[in-house]
């Protein structure tokens, strides 16, 4: 099982990346697809969810209306585009997958992407 995030940077206040997450070793279409993401010294957090039965999302409400998540089971990649960004959505974001539906908690989880680093800072 692999799940491998990239498309972090660094980027300006105000600006936009678009993170991906290559899964493979399992079946992608099957599973709940989410990101979180860990800042230093806190704890790691939601962000965003899609659900793997009907593609139902779910956010944070720190970033409701500036992120998105999609994704595209041909290629068994998830997405998490970001606009409007923060400094305080600097962090490390993950990619994580659940065989259940979307859940906030990072134990419900199964698998982990090692993580790709977004820094946001003029």
């Known amino acids: 099982v692999q799940l491998q995030a990239s498309g972090g940077g660094l980027v300006q206040p105000g600006g936009s990346l678009r993170l991906s997450c290559a899964a493979s070793g399992f079946t992608f279409s099957r599973y709940s697809m989410a990101w979180f993401r860990q800042a230093p010294e806190k704890e790691r957090e939601f962000v965003a969810g899609?659900?793997?039965?009907?593609?139902?999302?779910y956010y944070a409400d720190s970033v409701k209306g500036r992120f998105r998540i999609f994704r595209d089971v041909a290629q068994n990649t998830v997405y998490l585009e970001m606009n409007n960004l923060k400094p305080e959505d600097a962090a490390v974001y993950y990619c994580?997958?659940?065989?259940?539906?979307?859940?906030?908690?990072?134990?419900?989880?199964?698998?982990w992407g090692q993580g790709t680093q977004v820094t946001v800072s003029s």
């Open positions: 994580a997958a659940s065989r259940g539906f979307v859940n906030s908690s990072p134990s419900y989880y199964d698998y």
């Open positions: 899609i659900r793997w039965n009907d593609g139902n999302t």
